[in-house]
């Protein structure tokens, strides 16, 4: 169905006091710095910066933060990522930890994670995050085979992801993910299984496993087309999907979400948020925010982000209010992803009326399992995850 947008324009001006005053489950701060750029990757960072530009980004990000200090907002999660926020200097971070600190309401903060880069991992900085509240560390590990790293441009070896576990553990955190990538080119199922087990063998309690994917303008997309390397073909992909779902719940993994595997009690709290149609706000260069079906992006480059904040207003670009439909449908697109699917109970419209055609067909096809609670995707139906949500809005 086409998104019709009632607003949506590159606005300055948005305050959060013209926002409903609703409550802010979840709190995103995008660090946009990276050593270089890896070949596979289409978030905004940039790779050449100076502490001293550094630290004014922090300045900035207390500036934002103060924007939203009227409303008080109370998170019940914080999640840093990038970027690369582990690059911020230990007293950059430290200086934006305890000023976030001081301008929201953390009181209620049950999760708070940060994606730190397995290269740099250092006791001491770990040390500190964790005295700040910081409960849950995120590493990319992406494969235990150097030559597959090398094919995605990592700057990490194998041992760094070991060092970086082992570092966190004696700073005192438990909650642990490792980000893997699967269907890497000149990646087998063999190399693919060796880095599930490298993975599980070091205990963390949550993994997220994605295939690659070629967004446009990355390095390795041109390179595919330049036909200097070859992608893994579709039929091998969904393999070794199957296989990681299959050995991670032999190691008692729950599929929470396609792309997300915890122990009991570990699923990611903050990205649950995300795909349950709470509400956020983001701070940072190109962070998204959701308030009540205001839906808005912060200015993705850095520089014009950096020269928007000081001016009072949120340093916002696209700002677009959703309808009751567009957010049921959102929402329900995102859920269809979880291991628990979609629940009749969290939403106020009637669903099985709402949605009774494809409901029925998709049930038919045994792509879907419905029942009393909700409906689900099946195994089957998992293979074609984005062709079955496609179903719900081609009305
Ligand atoms: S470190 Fe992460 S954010 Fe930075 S370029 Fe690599 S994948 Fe992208």
Same mark, same amino acid.
């Given at each position: 169905m086409p998104r019709t947008l009632d607003l949506l324009t590159? $606005? +300055? %001006?948005?305050?959060?006091?013209?926002?409903?005053a609703a409550r802010i489950d979840a709190l995103y701060v995008h660090v946009?710095?990276?050593f270089h750029k890896c070949h596979y990757c289409d978030f905004y960072s940039i790779t050449r910066q100076t502490p001293e530009r550094m630290d004014r980004f922090v300045d900035l990000l207390l500036t934002e933060a103060d924007l939203w200090s009227a409303q008080r907002p109370r998170p019940s999660t914080i999640f840093f990522g990038g970027?690369?926020?582990?690059?911020?200097?230990l007293k950059a971070m430290r200086r934006l930890l305890t000023g976030l600190h001081d301008r929201l309401d953390?009181?209620? +903060?049950d999760e708070w994670t940060i994606e730190v880069n397995p290269a740099t991992a250092d006791g001491d900085y770990l040390r500190m995050l964790r005295d700040a509240g910081v409960n849950r560390l995120s590493f990319g /590990?992406?494969?235990? %085979?150097l030559a597959e790293l090398k094919t995605l441009e990592r #700057? #990490?070896?194998?041992a760094d992801v070991e060092r970086s576990i082992s570092l966190a553990r004696e700073a005192g955190f438990e909650r642990l993910n490792l980000d893997l990538i699967y269907?890497?080119?000149?990646?087998?199922m063999a190399s693919w299984q060796r880095s599930l087990e490298a993975a599980l063998a070091l205990g963390v309690s949550h993994l997220s496993c994605y295939g690659l994917t070629y967004e446009p303008n990355t390095v390795i997309a041109v390179r595919k087309r330049l036909g200097r390397l070859t992608a893994i073909e579709d039929d091998v992909e969904l393999q070794m999907l199957h296989v990681t779902r299959k050995r991670l719940a032999e190691a008692g993994?729950?599929?929470?979400?396609i792309s997300n595997y915890a122990q009991t009690?570990? /699923?990611c709290r903050h990205n649950l948020a995300y795909w349950t149609g709470k509400n956020y706000i983001g701070l940072g260069p190109s962070a998204a925010s959701h308030v009540d079906g205001h839906r808005f992006k912060n200015r993705q480059h850095l520089g014009d982000w950096e020269s928007a904040v000081?001016?009072?207003?949120?340093?916002? +670009?696209e700002h677009e209010i959703l309808s009751a439909d567009e957010r049921i449908e959102e929402r329900l697109m995102l859920e269809? $992803?979880?291991? $628990?699917?979609? $629940?009749?109970?969290?939403?106020?419209?009637d669903l099985r009326d709402k949605f009774a055609t494809p409901l029925s067909h998709l049930k038919g096809l045994g792509l879907i399992a419905v029942d009393s609670d909700g409906f689900r995707l099946t195994e089957q139906g998992i293979d074609v995850a984005d062709g079955v949500a496609a179903e719900f809005f081609a009305r």
């Open positions: 590159d $606005r +300055v %001006d948005l305050s959060p006091a013209e926002l409903p946009p710095f990276c970027g690369t926020p582990s690059l911020l200097p953390l009181s209620a +903060v /590990a992406q494969s235990f %085979d #700057h #990490h070896e194998p269907a890497i080119p000149g990646q087998t993994f729950e599929a929470y979400e009690g570990q /699923a000081p001016g009072g207003s949120l340093p916002v +670009v269809l $992803r979880l291991g $628990r699917g979609v $629940r009749w109970a969290d939403y106020l419209a």
